[in-house]
């Protein structure tokens, strides 16, 4: 599945705004203009478990709007990682709370891998650092790209 | 902020260490701000968890904080052991340029 396939999904999501919508209770610090269903339990669960690795940020892979945001992208890419879907949250205020609210997690970004939660840029960063990134990658079916650059592996 | 975060973070954790960097200067925020924290945190509390579950105790200590003034907070959740094995704290370099849109969103973090 390629990147831009998870944009033009993100995109058909917006599509479908308040279709899914099912009350207020994962909304109630957010009052985004018009509602949206991405806001929505259901709907969050759906789209985490699209594809295999799922990203929150602020901004969008190609211009991140925050350092960690940034990292995250920037790990993803030391390991070959290029199709993934992106969500940017500064997009969508409702989407932004929702997430947090589906996570139990109070900070963007976020990562999901095969529809689990993983954590937000210290814990990739640490899985990184550690190589259990590469082992997570390996059961989506995904060969990091730092396996074949063994020479000067993360050098960090 | 800062001395809020640390107060309820030694209650919470009984931390044998306990680091907290204000790096708010590194971001587009007016000086002075408390918006951007870096806390390292060494807890026998830790011990059995996986990062999540270690992130997740951090973010209950300070959800008052969180849910208002702070923005962002990267932490690092050792075990003792973890630590004697190395005591060095990361020190990622998170500064970055672009806003970070903290003055419009400062309310919802």
Redesign the interface.
């Given at each position: 599945m390629s990147g831009s396939l998870g944009r033009a999904s993100a995109a058909l999501l917006h599509l479908g705004r308040g279709v899914l919508l099912r009350g207020p209770a994962l909304r109630t610090r957010s009052s985004g203009p018009g509602g949206s269903g991405l806001a929505s339990r259901e709907h969050l669960d759906a789209l985490v478990k699209k594809d295999k690795v799922v990203v929150f940020l602020k901004g969008t892979p190609q211009q991140p709007q925050c350092g960690f945001s940034n990292a995250v992208v920037q790990i993803l890419r030391l390991h070959g990682v290029t199709s993934y879907a992106a969500y940017d949250v500064l997009e969508d205020p409702d989407l932004r709370q929702g997430i947090k609210d589906y996570s139990n997690w109070p900070t963007i970004p976020q990562v999901y891998l095969n529809g689990e939660f993983v954590g937000g840029c210290d814990i990739l960063l640490q899985m990184h650092q550690n190589g259990d990134l590469v082992e997570e990658l390996k059961k989506l079916g995904i060969r990091s790209a730092l396996l074949d650059a063994n020479t000067d592996q993360d050098s960090k | 902020v800062g001395s809020a975060i640390r107060a309820k973070l030694e209650q919470a954790l009984s931390p044998q260490v306990l680091e907290l960097r204000n790096e708010s200067s590194?971001?587009a925020v007016p000086p002075g701000s408390e918006t951007h924290f870096r806390v390292a945190v060494v807890s026998s509390r830790f011990e059995g968890l996986n990062?999540?579950q270690r992130?997740?105790l951090v973010?209950a200590a300070l959800?008052e904080e969180?849910?208002g003034p702070v923005h962002?907070?990267?932490?690092?959740a050792r075990t003792p052991a973890q630590w004697r094995d190395n005591p060095n704290l990361d020190i990622?370099?998170?500064?970055?340029r672009?806003?970070?849109?903290v003055n419009k969103h400062l309310l919802?973090?």
């Open positions: - | 590194g971001h990062p999540l992130h997740r973010h959800a969180l849910a962002a907070l990267a932490i690092q990622m370099v998170t500064r970055y672009r806003p970070c849109q919802s973090a």
